[in-house]
């Protein structure tokens, strides 16, 4: 997790046209799948995918998009000419920390994860909603906003034991039929320096709430680069899971961690099931330099997720989508100890990636929602929704000319549609 600062000016990441890339799949749960009520036909009438041509009609069968002819009894969803947009995927994500929902709670001052960590605790002791009803509130809210699916960090420590993951599962759970949900077990007090925890990563493993495991600086925080790594990934390589790991440094260490995981990734053969969250070492590298760890990372399927925290931070997706590099966009913590800052509404994390990257071309505008969408999919392995025969019925119907627009006035979300059937309308769950 990082605090979020916003700034504008600086030079442009980019949002390039994404890339579909292979990966790690574990958020399609068998309760989400019976959720989407197979044989059922729906036609949403008049509607305008991506904001451009003619009105259009869309037919849904067993929660994909068909060419045929809509079947005898089919549904009508009346779209109103409203644009369709695919339904956006939130890469990165805490909803175990969140105060969403309850009274507002004041933060003191604090510096460092450490001292972070320590608020964390203290907001958690205090909180009389458990983790599953504060988590099932945000994701919630997420779902109303258009998210179809999400990476759910969720912390792991002596401090908490399994509850943020089983309160996450719990709220998993509970929305099934409206969003995917894939959880990493995240070691925020550190794998190594927080005894204990590295017996409760394993036991989260085991247990199989997890679809990730995690880790966090294992130089400047945990002090154990190769301790916390080898731990890491043999647990992935173990159990079968993924590994999502946030990264912090801005330096060189940054690149040693980086080095390290491209090790591990290639030596146990993880490609395509490996996640670096934030890696704040890469804007700051040289072209070449860049150029040539964006080339590992993309030869070994690792991917990257960014929320886009201000100009100097962001991720420069442009040039490491050139690579083959799956790059994805996530909210991090929302209103939480950290910040009392956040909101789960992915398009207005668009939004945010188009203002700290200065953007203003259409088709930039256009990349920073396809990083919202195509890129978060390719990041949890799921299908892309171009509304193609075939294609998930994942989508959100807006008021609005196009998608540029959309981008820049963040309109309600009239309708959010997951596998076919509309779960939420004017922003709320149904």
């Known amino acids: 997790m990082v605090p979020p600062p916003l700034s504008r000016r600086g030079v442009l990441a980019g949002a390039a046209s994404l890339g579909a890339g292979a990966a790690f799949t574990g958020a399609a749960t068998p309760a989400a799948a019976d959720a989407r009520r197979p044989g059922r036909a729906v036609v949403f009438r008049d509607v305008r995918p991506f904001g451009t041509g003619a009105p259009v009609d869309l037919t849904v069968v067993d929660g994909r998009f068909s060419d045929l002819p809509a079947p005898k009894g089919a ?55 458990p983790v599953g009803e504060r988590a099932h509130g945000l994701m919630a809210h997420a779902v109303g906003r258009g998210t179809r699916a999400m990476r759910a960090h969720a912390d792991v420590a002596p401090a ?30 550190g794998v190594v320096r927080t005894p204990g925890t590295a017996g409760l990563l394993e036991d989260a493993a085991r247990s199989g709430l997890v679809d990730q495991i ?28 993924g590994v999502d790991i946030h990264l912090h440094d801005r330096d060189d260490k940054g690149t040693r961690v980086l080095r390290g995981i491209v090790e591990r990734t290639r030596a146990l053969s993880l490609q395509g099931r490996v996640t670096v969250s934030h890696v704040f070492c890469l804007p700051f590298l040289p072209e070449r330099e860049l150029d040539a760890m964006a080339q590992d990372l993309g030869s070994l399927d690792i991917a990257l997720t960014t929320v886009a925290p201000n100009e100097s931070l962001v991720l420069p997706i442009t040039r490491l989508r050139e690579h083959g590099v799956r790059v994805g966009l996530g909210s991090d913590g929302v209103r939480d100890s950290w910040s009392p800052f956040g909101n789960a509404d992915m398009l207005h994390r668009a939004h945010i990636l188009g203002w700290v990257t200065d953007v203003r071309l259409d088709h930039e505008l256009t990349d920073c929602y396809r990083a919202g969408s195509d890129g978060g999919a390719d990041v949890l392995g799921l299908e892309r929704v171009a509304f193609a025969p075939g294609d998930p019925a994942d989508f959100v119907l807006v008021h609005g000319e196009c998608t540029p627009q959309v981008v820049v006035d963040m309109p309600r979300r009239d309708m959010v549609v997951h596998g076919g059937e509309v779960v939420a309308r004017n922003g709320e769950l149904i």
């Open 75 to 129: 549904r009508i969803v009346d779209g109103g000419g409203r644009i369709a947009l695919p339904a956006l995927v939130d890469a990165h994500i805490h909803p175990d920390k969140t105060t969403w929902g309850g009274d507002w709670v004041s933060r003191s001052p604090a510096s460092g994860i450490a001292e972070y960590c320590e608020q964390d605790v203290e907001l958690f002791r205090s909180q009389r909603r």
């Open 160 to 189: 908490y034991g399994l509850a943020g993951l089983e309160g996450v599962a719990e709220a998993k759970e509970r929305l099934a039929h409206a969003l995917d949900v894939q959880v990493v077990a995240f070691p925020q007090h």
């Open 214 to 241: 995690g880790g966090i600086d294992p130089i400047s925080f945990d002090d154990a680069l190769d301790e916390q790594l080898d731990l890491v990934f043999r647990l992935a390589d173990r159990y079968g899971v």
